[in-house]
């Protein structure tokens, strides 16, 4: 059977800047041989990272997971979900704080010159915060809730009587740990790892600040700076290969997952009451990466924005923020529009393959889908200026690839997962009885879809809203490359200060920004806890 035609033109339109860089990446006569001799150097760089992240980031996850659901102490029900806050500071912003917080400057080394009497750098040894190095912890300390997250549902899901097997049979907390949970929560771990992986593949604002010369960073380049289209297009296709690698593997690791999520619920897991150092270990682990995590960069901000709080800051969050707000709502509710169709066709068997082939954009650097935008919006313009020159002799300029149309456009590609996911499923779990039961009552068509529809999908399309909402305002890579001209949101002032070091005058815009992506994290807990 094949596929409805209305599936066939939304994979198109979503898999326009994908397939518009792998042509272009077989064109070799403009990029000069640019991409083989930056390769090698951004993929080591890259891999190198990934490596570091998908590492730190494996441990501290698995292990906070391990001790909020195994063991009980003072305060596990506040880590249980305060772990998971880190996820609302965006990495850009975390990088930005991390370099003010330990820089000369900075509290830490104010306070270490004040305790050993130095004055210059070269008095005492500190490690260097703008480097690879600080990039993989930083990273690490942002992204480790994905590991938690992951492996705290698999934990919870477990059945308690394979950890009482293990305690009937002489293993203790560790033994138990190494030879019984570690081996089972090996999906769990492999899914969160692989998504910390994916997040540091899209990041730029961060790597870029770090000195890290990763791929995103190297296209970004190579595009602004060098002016090299075809060079970048088949850097960015490299890319979208690893991110296919990664998405390869998170599916084969979903799959163990089927008897990993077998539970006796007569059987609930069992938590041990810690005791002594054990318990202090736990509390203090657990607090540590918190502070780490979240502590760091939302007090950093939060001292920087009161310590500039003024006329000048006002104005600039004001300003940021309307055009944030604007464009985060227009984005919301277009992307949540192409949602309801998209999970509309998703009903359709012959369809279903190529919608989540259509909703693979959010996986992709937002980087390398403005890079695959720009050139095929720019023949747009052109082709319609000339239909209107022939028509009318009147050139309306550039209303595609200069206007904020290219950002909506992005966006929906970029966020498509995020509101298909939650309309689908919300379908999913009403059903189709409602509409059946409208159409005997002779009401269809708009009348269906304004009296019937809609209404009973309002929470999941509110819900798919505010979450797209989020991510708009937190997106940096793509509305950095795509933003008209003069147009500066949150996350581009952020930027446009920290890369002249002039952060402490964004402190209060970047505030915002993490105060607009607790929602998301607050919505996701209530929506745990009441499964």
């Known amino acids: 059977m094949l596929p409805p035609l209305s599936a066939i033109l939304l994979l198109a339109l979503m898999g326009l800047p994908i397939l518009w860089l792998a042509v272009a990446a077989l064109d070799t006569t403009g990029a000069g ?5 930056m390769l090698p150097t951004a993929l080591r760089e890259t891999a190198t990272l990934m490596a570091w992240v998908g590492l730190i ?5 698995l292990v906070s997971a391990w001790l909020v659901t195994h063991f009980e102490f003072p305060g596990r029900r506040i880590f ?3 772990l998971v806050l880190p996820l609302a500071t965006p990495t850009y912003l975390a990088a930005y704080t991390y370099v003010e917080f330990l820089d000369f400057t900075g509290p830490i080394q104010q306070a270490l010159r004040a305790v050993i009497g130095g004055e210059t750098i070269k008095d005492y040894w500190f490690p260097q915060i703008k480097s690879p190095t600080g990039a993989a912890f930083v990273l690490s300390m942002v992204l480790y809730p994905y590991v938690y997250a992951s492996c705290r549902a698999f934990f919870v899901m477990q059945s308690g009587s394979i950890s009482a097997a293990a305690r009937t049979l002489g293993a203790g907390g560790f033994r138990a740990f190494f030879s ?6 090996r999906p769990a771990l492999v899914v969160g ?6 997040e540091v593949v899209n990041d730029l604002g961060a790597v870029q600040y770090f000195g890290v010369n990763s791929l995103t960073a190297v296209i970004y380049s190579t595009w602004i700076n060098r002016s090299n289209f075809g060079g970048a297009a088949q850097l960015a296709v490299m890319i979208v290969l690893i991110i296919g690698l990664l998405i390869l593997l998170e599916q084969w690791a979903r799959r163990d997952r089927v008897y990993a999520l077998h539970r006796d619920s007569r059987v609930a897991p069992p938590r041990e009451q810690l005791v002594g ?8 682990f657990c607090t540590i990466l918190l502070l780490l995590g979240f502590g760091v960069p939302v007090g950093e901000l939060l001292v920087l924005a009161i310590r500039n709080l003024g006329p000048d800051a006002l104005g600039l969050t004001l300003n940021a923020g309307l055009t944030t707000v604007t464009l ?14 998209a999970a509309r066709l998703a009903r359709s068997r012959s369809a279903h393959g190529l919608i989540r082939i259509a909703t693979l954009g959010y996986a992709i650097p937002g980087t390398v889908l403005a890079l695959g935008l720009l050139q095929p919006l720019g023949q747009a313009d052109l082709w319609f200026n000339r239909l209107t020159m022939a028509v009318a002799n009147w050139r309306p300029g550039l209303i595609l690839s200069g206007s904020i149309a290219a950002l909506l456009y992005v966006y929906a590609i970029r966020f498509l997962a995020v509101s298909h996911s ?8 009403r059903g189709d009885t409602m509409l059946d039961a409208g159409r005997v009552l002779g009401v269809t068509g708009w009348r269906l879809l304004l009296r019937v529809d809609l209404p009973t999908l309002s929470p999941a399309l509110l819900t798919a809203a505010t979450l797209v909402f989020v991510e708009i305002v937190k997106e940096l890579p793509a509305t950095l490359l795509l933003r008209p001209l003069g147009v500066e949101t949150l996350a581009t002032v952020v930027y446009a200060r920290a890369n002249v070091s002039l952060f402490t005058e964004a402190a209060l815009p970047a505030l915002t920004i993490v105060l607009v992506g607790l929602v998301p994290v607050v919505l996701s807990t209530r929506f745990s806890d009441r499964r």
């Not at 980031?57 to 996850?61: E, N």
């Open 33 to 37: 041989g640019l991409a083989a001799a």
């Open 57 to 61: 980031t494996g441990i501290l996850g």
């Open 80 to 82: 249980e979900w305060a």
């Open 180 to 185: 019984v949970t570690l081996p089972l929560s």
């Open 193 to 198: 790892i692989t998504l910390a992986m994916m």
């Open 277 to 284: 150092a054990e318990r202090a270990l736990a509390i203090g």
């Open 328 to 341: 985060a709502a227009l984005g919301a509710f277009i992307t949540v529009c192409v949602g309801l169709i």
């Open 422 to 429: 939650t309309i689908d499923a919300a379908i999913r779990k």
